[in-house]
C-alpha cells in the first residue's frame, strides 16, 4: 500500500462546475496535509494546508479532514479552464524531518 | 511571502561536466531545504534533505558523491550533479520550509531543467 494515494484521473470537470479530488493516507501520525497544483513542465504551488479535522476554506478552494478515516480532499468550486493541472496531495510527519510524502498527482481538465 | 528562487532554470552541459544549482529562499530564512527530482510523467522523488551548517541526509539510492549539496546559510542551498550524464537530464526543484506559529510548510522553487547531452 503507497503511503499517500490519489486517483491519477484524469478528472473531467466542466467549467462552472465542483472538481472534487481525495487523497487517502497510511501514516495514522502524519500531522500537517498539503495540496499542491503542478502545471505541466513547472514546480508545484502551494494551494491549501490543514492540520486539523474539519474544513478549511480559502477562495474557491475547500480543504476537508478526516483523521480518524486518513482521508484529505480538496473541492474546487467554480472551476475554470485555468484550474487544469495535476493537483499534489502532500503529507508530513514532524518525527520524519518535516518531509513530506507526496502522492501521486490527480490531473483534473476543465473543459469550456 | 515565502518566495523561493531557484539559477539557473534551465541548463545544458555535455556529458562528464559539473553542473551547479542554486537555490535561495529571498524574504524568509530557511533552516530547511529539499532537493527533488522529477521525470516527465512522474511525481516528484526526494533526493535529500539539506539543513544549515550541517551534512545533507540523502534518501536511500541517492548518491552523494555524484549529488553534493552545500547548505551554507540560511537562504542559500547549492546542488551540484557532478560529472553529468544524460541520465540525469531532469527536472530538479527545491523547496524550503517557512515556519508558521508551530508548523511549517514547503515553498517549492521554479525548477531547473537540465539537459545532458
Known amino acids: 500500500q503507497k503511503e499517500v494515494e490519489q486517483n491519477s484521473g484524469p478528472l473531467s470537470v466542466p467549467e462552472g462546475a465542483i472538481a472534487s479530488l481525495n487523497c487517502t493516507y497510511s501514516d495514522r501520525v502524519s500531522q500537517s496535509f498539503f495540496w499542491y497544483r503542478q502545471y505541466s513542465g513547472k514546480s508545484p504551488e502551494l494551494i491549501m494546508s490543514i492540520y486539523s479535522n474539519g474544513d478549511k476554506e480559502d477562495g474557491r478552494f475547500t480543504a476537508q479532514l478526516n483523521k480518524a478515516s486518513q482521508y484529505v480532499s480538496l473541492l474546487i468550486r467554480d472551476s475554470q479552464p485555468s484550474d487544469s493541472a495535476t493537483y499534489l496531495c502532500?503529507?508530513?510527519?514532524?518525527?520524519?524531518?518535516?518531509?513530506?510524502?507526496f502522492g501521486g498527482g490527480t490531473r483534473v481538465l476543465v473543459k469550456p | 511571502g515565502a518566495v523561493v528562487s531557484q539559477h539557473p532554470s534551465r541548463v545544458i552541459c555535455k556529458s562528464g561536466t559539473s553542473v551547479k544549482i542554486e537555490c535561495r529562499s529571498l524574504d524568509f530564512q530557511a533552516t530547511t531545504m529539499f532537493w527533488y527530482r522529477q521525470f516527465p510523467k512522474q511525481s516528484l522523488m526526494l533526493m535529500a534533505t539539506s539543513n544549515e551548517g550541517s551534512k545533507a541526509t540523502y534518501e536511500q539510492g541517492v548518491e552523494k558523491d555524484k549529488f553534493l549539496i552545500n547548505h551554507a546559510s540560511l537562504t542559500l542551498s547549492t546542488l551540484t550533479v557532478t560529472s553529468a550524464h544524460p541520465e540525469d537530464s531532469s527536472f530538479y526543484i527545491c523547496?524550503?520550509?517557512?515556519?508558521?506559529?508551530?508548523?511549517?510548510?514547503?515553498?517549492f522553487g521554479p525548477g531547473t531543467r537540465l539537459l545532458v547531452l
Open positions: 502532500a503529507v508530513n510527519r514532524k518525527a520524519a524531518g518535516n518531509k513530506l510524502t
Open positions: 523547496s524550503a520550509t517557512a515556519a508558521s506559529g508551530h508548523q511549517e510548510t514547503q515553498y
